[in-house]
């Protein structure tokens, strides 16, 4: 079944634990990226990727680090989580960067105490 | 001002009635995409559109590229059609912008 996974769907951690969301899809797209969704904000793009070895900043990149090693991973990195990072996550993915349908992934309910 | 606005906020409609949802944009874009968000998060992908008219089913939606404007509408509404529905462009880097969302519930 073609499908975007993220794990964990929740975590619960503390401040400054170092945390990795994990985003694996098997459709051989090319683009990933991942958002945080918070009441009254809506969606933000934190991190994207148009390729392997290609990443770039969306709207609300700071404290976040992504890597794309290889096509079908694209983690998410909380070296040092703060609270203002409790949020709800979603990584999604599409074949190309553009003019392609999005591909989400179930979310990852993240609280940071 | 943001790059992307969604009009209303909340609608609430009778079962059976026609439903409308506006999208406007400032930035130039490649595509639009409209989603749908369930009350307990899994976001789906309803449309993407970069001109004219799509179909699915009882959805509909609409773009106007010279009016930086997309509309979604629902024909025949139902209650399984209560959700958080979403405006998503692409910018002209490969980034996403999204409006706030239209919560929308329709009673029975």
């Known amino acids: 079944e073609a499908q975007v996974t993220q794990n964990p769907r929740y975590l619960i951690t503390v401040t400054g634990k170092k945390l990795t969301v994990t985003c694996s899809q098997n459709?051989?797209?090319?683009?990933m990226s991942w958002y945080r969704q918070d009441p009254g904000l809506g969606l933000r793009q934190i991190y994207y990727?148009?390729?392997?070895?290609?990443?770039d900043k969306g709207d609300v990149p700071e404290g976040y680090k992504v890597s794309r090693k290889e096509k079908r991973n694209f983690p998410l990195i909380l070296e040092s989580p703060s609270p203002n990072q409790t949020s709800l996550y979603f990584c999604?993915?599409?074949?190309?960067?553009?003019?392609?349908?999005?591909?989400f992934g179930n979310g990852t309910r993240l609280t940071v105490t | 001002k943001n790059e992307v606005e969604q009009s209303p906020q909340n609608l609430t409609a009778q079962e059976g009635e026609f439903i409308t949802i506006n999208c406007s944009y400032s930035?130039?874009?490649?595509?639009l995409h409209w989603l749908q968000q369930h009350p307990g998060g899994g976001i789906v992908s309803l449309f993407m559109?970069?001109?004219g008219k799509k179909k699915h089913g009882r959805l509909i939606a609409t773009i106007n590229i010279q009016e930086k404007h997309s509309s979604l509408h629902i024909t025949a509404s139902h209650p399984r059609d209560s959700a958080v529905y979403i405006c998503?462009?692409?910018?002209?880097?490969?980034?996403?912008?999204f409006g706030k969302g239209t919560k929308l519930s329709v009673k029975p």
């Open positions: 999604a993915s599409s074949l190309r960067p553009y003019n392609s349908p999005l591909h």
């Open positions: 459709m051989n797209h090319e683009y």
């Open positions: 990727s148009m390729n392997v070895e290609v990443t």
């Open positions: 930035v130039g874009i490649s595509a």
């Open positions: 559109l970069s001109s």
């Open positions: 998503a462009v692409e910018g002209s880097q490969g980034n996403l912008i």
